[in-house]
């Protein structure tokens, strides 16, 4: 079973990430994972964080020679801030000068962490709640990245909207659309959308406001019959849902037509089967974004998220003093006045680790050898029938 588990603050020392269950057999470098973890780092609206922070991975265990072991690879990234931080974050003695915080953020953990924990500052649950936490699933997604792309498995994704600003990448080349987001400061391969947004995050942020908006993931090469229709929490797409949802902000996941489906005609709402000797099953349409019944049908997998605007705004929202129970402006903490571009890049580390999961689950295999072996019986099988 691959699994992984984070621990680290915003504000602390650094994030740890401990990923069990790859394969031992395949190439793994720190390269790859820093390209990943910069990529998230990017993007038009962040926040001052990211010029102080240049986020790479140390890996000290799992990977020997840069081939995977098949043991817990653990990986360590350091938060360069955490030396203005030492005090307010230290593991051991006590900062008798710092002012807790009181005025919690709606919208934020920052409210019902207090509550729930009893705690006297709601620092204690913001530097865990933070997003800074998607550095280390990304570290953990590049892993998982890297074993797909074992199998031929690619997973990309862009922005589709940001605030009311929406691209329209009719026009762009299918295979224009990955370059040309990674060439956007907001990741969006429509270069007229990608001007608008950018002056949106710009007005934004001159108003003290935050903004959300919409990401595709495209994974393409999955192989049909990975998760099961046969147990709830077996099905592929509750699996990605929960793992998408998961990710800090992120209030929506559609997969394929998603939420058009409510105003679509059975005859309109999925995709009809075709066969081709070399192509085996195939459909013309991606109504169901690759996934029926819980299982991949063979077609790319389209995950759609929204992110909702993020909680921090330097012109705060009305909230109340913790302590005094009078009314109060929420905390004004450093923040990103949009994040959306980030997003995009944490939802295909999410989707990596569970595709990757589903993989295994699926062929089996302590090494990579064998992996694949049972990948190639098994897609020779689906293509005859
Ligand atoms: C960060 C995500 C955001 C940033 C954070 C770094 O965290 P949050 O979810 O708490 O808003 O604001 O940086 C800071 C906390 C800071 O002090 O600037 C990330 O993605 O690395």
Redesign the pocket.
Known sequence: MIRFTTAGE??GEGLLVIIEGIPAGFTINSEDINIELAR??KGYGR????CI?TDTVKIFSGVRHEVSLGSPIAMYIANK?FKNWTKIMSPTSVDSEEMPLLKPRPGHADLPGFMKYGVNDFRDI?ER????E??ARVAAGAVCKALLKEFEISIASYTSQIGDVTADISSVKEDEIWYDAEMSYVRCPDAKASEKMIQLIKKAGEKGDTLGGKVVIVTKNVPAGLGSHTQWDLKLDGRLAQSLISI?AVKAVEFGAGTKLASLFGSLSHDEIFYDVTRGFYRNTNRAGGIEGGMSNGEPIVVTCTMKA?P?LANPLHSVNLATKETAEAEA????VC?VS?VGVVAEAAVAVELAKALKEKFGGDSLKDMKKNVNIYKERIKVL
């Open positions: 915003s504000h998230r780092q926040g001052q964080r990211m922070e801030d913001l709640a933070s997003a800074r998607t550095a800090q993020i921090s903490v450093r923040s990103d994040a980030a």
